[in-house]
């Protein structure tokens, strides 16, 4: 089964990015296959030079190794844009996309969360 998660806030300001990564790990474990679209505020989740305090978890760290274990991690680009947020800064194994692969994705998976604030 292939499942969608969007997620559309900053990545530390609530514990939507978080519930996103551990969906995608469960998901994961039981052999589905994962994308994760990053929209509004939450692509600075994709930020790779962000640097979180010692007793923080690193959000762009955790992102970055979901997408070796072959969680496709997608950014919308306008949104990154807008942000300040460019190629140089983007995690590894992230892509920029727009709302058309949105669109896509919601269209060829056979789940979407959307977690919404």
Do not use: W
């Not at 990154?80 to 949105?102: L, T």
Request: aromatic share 6%.
């Amino acid at each position: 089964m292939h499942v969608t998660i969007q997620v559309n806030v900053p990545p530390y300001t609530n514990e939507d990015m978080d519930t996103a990564i551990h969906l995608a790990e469960a998901l994961l474990k039981r052999g589905h296959k994962v994308s994760i679209f990053l929209f509004a505020d939450s692509v600075l989740a994709a930020n790779k030079l962000v640097k979180p305090m010692k007793v923080d978890r690193n959000i762009p760290s955790k992102l970055r190794e979901l997408s070796e274990k072959g969680v496709e991690v997608h950014i919308c680009g306008l949104c990154a844009q807008y942000r300040g947020i460019g190629e140089d800064m983007k995690i590894e194994g992230s892509d920029f996309s727009g709302v058309p692969e949105m669109a896509s994705l919601i269209y060829n998976s056979d789940r979407y969360i959307n977690l919404l604030p």
